[in-house]
T-cell receptor, first 114, second 110 residues
Framework: DAGVIQSPRHEVTEMGQEVTLRCKPI?????LFWYRQTMMRGLELLIY????????DSGMPEDRFSAKMPNASFSTLKIQPSEPRDSAVYFC????????????FGEGSWLTVV | AQRVTQPEKLLSVFKGAPVELKCNYS??????LFWYVQYSRQRLQLLLR??SRESIKGFTADLNKGETSFHLKKPFAQEEDSAMYYC????????????FGAGTRLFVKA
């Protein structure tokens, strides 16, 4: 398995534009997480899904952010409209049911909003 | 509210010196704690988990429920240990929600 696959790896966009980040979890995993990494705040959990259903989106910063998981092999995180303070590395990660199980991370999507 | 605190953003030690990366958590339930590591140009990956009580790459971590801590220790640091280390808390509310601390960057000097 190629692991969790994220695209794009790097994105530079202008303020106000829509940004869509994509994720393919590891096959067979039933949990999918979106995290945001910044120097100031570290790794923040934005939202997570179980069996394609959003379970907890309390970490989503504001209404400009939305996430979907239409099927077990694909998820998107959308920012509309984007702002400079959204600049960060966005990680997608997946795991499977069970205590003490490992979360597997993608390589991250580096977003810069200018 | 659940929280993971890593008080040090940067920790710099000499090769061969002992290292301790601090992690404190706030959670009223039964915690599941982990350490993840991110080496340069690599993915964030699991280092160790408290339920396994294992030693990985010479690192150990003991869960201290009284002090609500899960500090990561290694008696003799190596240059290849230089990386970003994240403490994580899982099993929140009986589910699989996993939150991370802000991370500590460890720099091991030659």
């Amino acid at each position: 398995d190629a692991g969790v696959i994220q695209s794009p790896r790097h994105e530079v966009t202008e303020m106000g534009q829509e940004v869509t980040l994509r994720c393919k979890p590891i096959s067979g995993h039933d949990y999918l997480f979106w995290y945001r990494q910044t120097m100031m705040r570290g790794l923040e959990l934005l939202i997570y899904f179980n069996n394609n259903v959003p379970i907890d989106d309390s970490g989503m910063p504001e209404d400009r952010f939305s996430a979907k998981m239409p099927n077990a092999s694909f998820s998107t995180l959308k920012i509309q409209p984007s702002e400079p303070r959204d600049s960060a590395v966005y990680f997608c990660a997946s795991s499977w049911t069970g205590p003490g199980n490992t979360i597997y991370f993608g390589e991250g999507s580096w977003l810069t909003v200018v | 509210a659940q929280r993971v605190t890593q008080p040090e953003k940067l920790l710099s030690v000499f090769k061969g010196a002992p290292v301790e990366l601090k992690c404190n958590y706030s959670y009223s339930g039964s915690p599941e704690l982990f350490w993840y590591v991110q080496y340069s140009r690599q993915r964030l990956q699991l280092l160790l988990r408290h339920i396994s009580r294992e030693s990985i790459k010479g690192f150990t971590a003991d869960l201290n429920k009284g002090e609500t801590s899960f500090h990561l220790k290694k008696p003799f640091a190596q240059e290849e240990d230089s990386a970003m280390y994240y403490c994580a808390l899982s099993g929140i509310s009986g589910g699989f929600k996993t939150i991370f601390g802000a991370g500590t960057r460890l720099f091991v000097k030659a």
